[in-house]
Nanobody
Framework: QVQLVESGGGLVQAGDSLRLSCAAS????????TSWFRQAPGKERDFVAG????????AYADSVKGRFTISRDNAKNTVYLRMNSLKPEDTAVYYC?????????????????WGQGTQVTVSS
């Protein structure tokens, strides 16, 4: 089992930055591929960014490419999402998810573990 806890969300203005953290406990987190998803009110949960256990070839949704950066520190069992140039359309609950595979998936159903989410609100 892996437990995931997100933090770092908040209320910011358009153009500001935030860094989300996903702290993991339980089994060897370094062997899991980890991704961030987000869900806005009334919408489906969408892939944002993902990173393999080796930190090779991070993947991003087109809507965040160039603004968001995913990274991980296996020594700290933590994955980060740095979000720059935030826009009102980035407003959502952001979830951390992990899967026991080397490859990142953009499919919600292919993740084994989920955090409780952290709210990000971007005002215009």
């Amino acid at each position: 089992q892996v437990q995931l806890v997100e933090s770092g969300g908040g209320l910011v203005q358009a153009g500001d930055s935030l860094r989300l953290s996903c702290a993991a406990s339980g089994r060897t987190f370094s062997s899991y591929t980890t991704s961030w998803f987000r869900q806005a009110p009334g919408k489906e949960r969408d892939f944002v960014a993902g990173i393999s256990w080796s930190s090779s070839t991070p993947a991003y949704a087109d809507s965040v490419k160039g603004r968001f950066t995913i990274s991980r520190d296996n020594a700290k069992n933590t994955v980060y999402l740095r979000m720059n140039s935030l826009k009102p359309e980035d407003t959502a609950v952001y979830y951390c998810a992990a899967r026991t595979s080397y490859y990142t998936s953009r499919n919600v159903g292919e993740y084994d573990y989920w955090g409780q989410g952290t709210q990000v609100t971007v005002s215009s």
